[in-house]
């Protein structure tokens, strides 16, 4: 039996056509109750960029794919406990942060935010990938 859920498997000779890679990866892994989602960038899951030039917009999009995927994984927001936010330039970082609060407000996770030279694409401008850590009395909402 697995020990691992893996969520949203991929190759990334599929997701990054423009490089030469061949990796089996996939969004978001849960490992018992923790569960590991894998920076999220501007992007929907089909792969187009939302929000060119705009990191606010990026940071929308990103959060909106950790949403997502954390409730595929049985998770919601609020059992976010750590978050690495990585953006291009130093000016990103109020927007950024901004638009991560909003999903964010309330659940008090510890954070780490780091400037970095470029990400996997030049167009996006930020980055963010979480731990979750899902209560042992928790039960989703039921659709």
């Not at 960029?49 to 990026?58: R, T």
């Amino acid at each position: 039996m697995p020990t691992h859920t893996r969520i949203r498997m991929f190759n990334t000779k599929d997701t990054y056509p423009n490089q030469t890679l061949d990796n089996d990866l996939c969004q978001a892994v849960r490992a018992g109750n923790t569960v590991y989602v894998r920076g999220q960038v501007g992007t929907d899951f089909k792969g187009n960029l939302v929000g060119l030039g705009d990191p606010a917009a990026q940071a929308e999009q990103a959060m909106m794919n950790v949403k997502q995927l954390l409730t595929e994984a049985g998770s919601d927001l609020s059992h976010i406990v750590k978050t690495t936010t990585y953006i291009i330039d130093p000016r990103y970082r109020e927007p950024v942060y901004r638009e991560v609060g909003k999903w964010l407000k309330g659940v008090f996770p510890i954070s780490t935010g780091l400037v970095v030279s470029a990400l996997g694409q030049p167009q996006w401008l930020m980055e963010i990938d979480v731990i979750a850590v899902i209560p042992d009395d928790w039960q989703p909402a039921q659709a």
